[in-house]
């Protein structure tokens, strides 16, 4: 894929030192949308006005000689499940169709007030519900590597905007794997925060356990610029934690040393062969370059899909019971009473994955089922805790595939079972609230990208973006 913004550094020192402008970046970016957009369908809606707005704004502050901020004229996508002012959010959903928020999210507040300018909203499965953007109740985006596969999901959007360089950088979510399984297909980096690191404030709820906010970018290091804007306590999100005190634009990238732990129930059946190879080739080169390579094996990590699919839909189908047509967007037309304007706003507004999990939801939480499905899941979840922890005792770092394969056939995993189980690698990070990243580490014989996964313990984000630009730098 053509390079075509360079790093996020050199572009705002190139507009701070008036060899590019804002208006410039910006124009770059629409113009990269409106060339690419109507054959890959990444993106929901372009925000030309407000974004042509604040560009002006910059430049003028620039001329006048005052400070524009760490991201001054970089243009940037978010997934339409994020909200920004002036903008639609639909979380590609009819629910949300046509919903205006009277306020805008911490994540893109901190952005903007760094001179970031939101360009544009990329498409998702609706409500971030999946893992190829199939189940976007307005369109599918095609992967950029291939037109006839998925870019992966739930924030196949915003891979795709990245890969096809529609902006530097895009945001996603993470709950279950969203951000690093469509890295992995889109051949970008896709980095998913310690549990807690970027407030939740004003994205659209999916799982309020498992939900992070992250970064897609062409490289580590403009990721970590961008999580360092983004992260840290805020009053709206009390689940947020306090960021590390060194900043992530002083990254250290060695990787001699390093202890690395390779999950071994991750390269099992299912596994395909050139995922492995690609995979197997990084780590021999990490231990050429110096890192102490062990086997770990994390025993319960085999239930952790089993976990999150009973955790994650109790969680959702609580958030969306907000969605009764009474508040928000659509609302049903024709009833005789409130009990039926419920039943027929959701009935319409929602599409069949939603359904699906908010029944697997309610059921898991209905009484007589409860101790069966959801404690039992939240009791294996706690060991699953454990076991991550004693192995970050033992290892700085725990790798192995993003997805057991490359990007699939539009279409091809049609049944919902087969859909949940390409995010077999990548649930357990969300459960556990530790942070992972997908690096690019290769293609199949179909020129299809490959992502290596790399987690590290709660709150070593620091340490692991300056690992994954270690891992970057032995791939060049
Ligand atoms: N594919 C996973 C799911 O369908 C992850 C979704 C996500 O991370 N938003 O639940």
Known sequence: MTEVWGSIGQLVSDVQSGKKSAQELVELSLSRIKEFNPEYDAIISILEEPARKRAVEIDEKLKKGEKAGRLAG??????????????????????????????????????????????????????????????SDFFITK??????????????????????????????????????????????????????????????????????????????EDVALVLDIMSGEDTLDSTTIARDSSAYTDLENTVKGKKVGVIS??????????????????????????AEIQEVSIPSIDLALAIYYVVVPAELSSNLARHDGQRYNYSAPDFKTLQESYEQSRSQGFGAEAKRRIMMGTHVLSSGYYDAYYK??????????????????????????VAPTTAFKIGANEDPVAMYLQDILTVAANLVGIPAVSIPCGFDSNSLPIGFQVMA???DDRALLGFSKGVEELLI
């Open 74 to 135: 970089v243009p940037f996508i978010a997934k339409d499940n994020f909200l920004v002012f002036g903008a639609e959010t639909t979380a590609a959903s009819n629910m949300l169709k046509g919903f205006v928020a009277p306020y805008q999210s911490t994540a893109i507040e901190r952005l903007e007030s760094e001179g970031a300018i939101c360009v544009a909203k990329a498409n998702l499965d609706a409500f971030a519900h999946g893992g190829s953007t199939e189940n």
């Open 143 to 220: 992967n950029p590597h291939d037109k006839t596969r998925v870019a992966g999901g739930s924030s196949g959007g915003s891979a795709a905007s990245v890969a096809l360089s529609l902006a530097p950088f895009a945001l996603g979510t993470d709950t279950g794997g969203s951000i690093r399984q469509p890295a992995s297909y889109c051949g970008v980096v896709g980095y998913k925060p310690t549990y807690g690191l970027v407030s939740r404030s004003g994205v659209v709820a999916m799982a309020s356990s498992t939900d992070c906010i992250g970064v897609f970018a062409r490289r580590s």
């Open 265 to 290: 129930e991750y390269f099992g059946e299912g596994l395909d062969a050139q995922v492995k190879a690609s995979v197997d080739s990084i780590i021999e080169k990490l231990k050429l370059a110096g």
């Open 376 to 401: 039992k899941a939240q009791t294996v979840r706690t060991k699953l805790i454990n076991e991550f922890k004693a192995a970050f005792e033992r290892v700085d770092f725990l790798v192995g595939p």
């Open 457 to 459: 313990a709660q709150k």
